[in-house]
């Protein structure tokens, strides 16, 4: 009798997935292993919510791979040393995370000798893309099998299939999709579906309770954040504890409109109260510590590594470099910044660091000059003006 090809499905526990797990064990004849990754959306009872809906499954084996530290060591950290935001707005909340996920899939693939690996994953969105090229790389010698892509079914039908395979429960379709992670959460609805709607309150995940004012000092450590309000936290836990404090406000909500991967545009509404504050503080406390040059050609390195990121292709060599330049910027990028949390909204009122560089000795903008004169700023000014001068008197007369 020959031995059982192995299959390793990324699970979630929804409608997709379960009917993917009955489908490659019944239909495929796989010996199915189903694996999950926390990178900052699960609790402890939904983890073993998880598991026990895939014992139901009747799954060989179902593991929960948890990679929050991993995700900020080498992903979050980087968003924001460039201050990401995709199109200026979306701190790229599920975007990254989905990219380490698809790393520890493939990587738990590897580990178990897995001969496929599985996602459920529909044709229309980005995250086919990025399961499927990092799947690519880290394990091409595996199948990639995507049931609800290439079927096309629609819910109503993988009910009924559930039901005749002896799975029947309530597969209740939420209003709107909802998707945590530590570095923020999307909300998917019938209104993003649309150019004009917005979305209701009750949609948002975290409801807005808090009417006063809160002053937040966050402390920041070559780029990095490690306290709040002179608390000292790992970067994990301080995103965890400003997000339980910001979130109530009504912070750091928005929604996001951009490019998708496969060429359309989407819009997605998103939850990312401390991925916003800390971005925004870190850029404040950036353009104090660094030079014009420097923050320019972060600006521009930055997108692309937002992008690159966005788009899957995390894996390319150039993010390894890019990362580097990222990572050299931030020596100097130390010190204090101080913010005021209101409802809907944040202030940010300064800024306290050692490597200040409006702290200097040769003057004060727009109030003193120290280390130059009045003729050398005439000087100065007379032959940056030489080029705009030159160019001015060539054209005037080529064009009498």
Not at 313 to 327: P, S, W
Not at 349 to 361: T, V, W
């Amino acid at each position: 009798m020959s031995k059982k090809k192995k299959v390793l499905l990324a699970f979630s526990g929804g409608l997709d997935t379960s009917y993917c797990a009955i489908w490659l064990a019944k239909e495929k004849g796989y010996e199915v292993y189903t694996a999950a990754v926390n990178t900052g959306g699960f609790n402890e009872a939904e983890e073993k919510d998880l598991e026990e809906r895939a014992k139901n499954l009747g799954i060989k084996n179902h593991v929960m791979l948890n990679v929050e530290e991993e995700f900020y060591k080498k992903g979050i950290r980087y968003l924001i040393f460039g201050n990401v935001l995709k199109n200026h707005t979306y701190p790229l909340s599920v975007s990254a995370e989905r990219v380490f996920q698809a790393v520890a899939i493939a990587g738990y693939a590897r580990e178990i000798g897995a001969d496929a690996i599985a996602h459920g994953s529909t044709g229309a969105g980005n995250d086919q893309v990025r399961f499927d090229l990092v799947f690519n790389v880290m394990a091409p010698e595996m199948e990639i099998i995507t049931p609800i892509r290439e079927q096309k079914l629609s819910r109503e039908e993988e009910v009924e299939y559930l039901k005749q395979n002896g799975i029947d429960q309530e597969w209740a379709k939420a209003k709107y999709s909802i998707n945590k992670g530590l570095w923020g959460t999307s909300v998917g609805g019938a209104e993003t579906l649309t150019s004009h709607k917005s979305l209701p309150e009750e949609a948002w995940p975290t409801e807005v309770v808090n009417d006063d004012s809160l002053l937040v000092e966050l402390g920041f450590e070559h780029g990095e954040p490690r306290t709040i309000n002179g608390e000292q936290l790992t970067p994990v836990e301080l995103i965890k504890k400003l997000d339980s404090l910001a979130s109530p406000y009504g912070i750091g909500r928005d929604i996001h409109v951009g490019d998708t991967i496969i060429g359309i545009k989407g819009r997605v509404g998103f939850e990312a109260a401390a991925p916003m504050l800390i971005i925004k503080a870190h850029q404040l406390l950036e353009k104090h510590t660094l030079g014009k040059w420097q923050l320019y050609w972060k600006d521009q390195l930055a997108e692309w590594y937002g992008m690159l990121m966005h788009e899957g292709q995390y894996l390319d060599a150039v993010m390894r470099n890019i990362e580097t330049f990222l990572e050299d910027t931030q020596k100097n990028v130390s010190g204090k910044v101080f913010l005021k949390l209101e409802p809907k909204r944040f202030g940010l009122q300064g800024i306290e660091s050692e490597n200040d560089l409006m702290a200097s000795n040769f003057g004060q903008y727009g109030e003193m000059n120290n280390a130059w004169s009045g003729e050398d700023v005439k000087g100065f000014t007379k032959i940056l003006a030489n080029s705009m001068l030159i160019q001015q008197k060539v054209q005037e007369q080529n064009n009498d």
